[in-house]
């Protein structure tokens, strides 16, 4: 997922994963141009998934 796609998508995507993972909070999806791979690297520890499932999951959510 590209840092464009991201960025343009970000608030639908983080409503999303807050209805699925009911546990983050929004200090755990703040979203920081250019700091794509540490909000990556916090979701992966607190979801306990790779970061390409992530990446697969939020395409699909996408898609949809």
């Given at each position: 997922?590209?840092?464009?796609?991201?960025?343009?998508?970000?608030?639908?995507?983080?409503?999303?994963?807050k209805?699925?993972?009911?546990?983050?909070?929004?200090?755990?999806?703040?979203?920081?141009?250019?700091?794509?791979?540490?909000?990556?690297?916090?979701?992966?520890?607190?979801?306990?998934?790779?970061?390409?499932?992530?990446?697969?999951?939020?395409?699909?959510?996408?898609?949809?």
């Amino acid at each position: 997922m590209d840092e464009l796609e991201l960025k343009g998508n970000w608030n639908e995507l983080k409503g999303k994963l807050k209805q699925k993972y009911g546990d983050l909070t929004d200090n755990d999806l703040k979203y920081v141009e250019g700091k794509e791979n540490e909000l990556f690297g916090n979701l992966q520890k607190k979801l306990g998934k790779t970061r390409k499932e992530l990446t697969s999951e939020l395409r699909k959510w996408l898609d949809s």
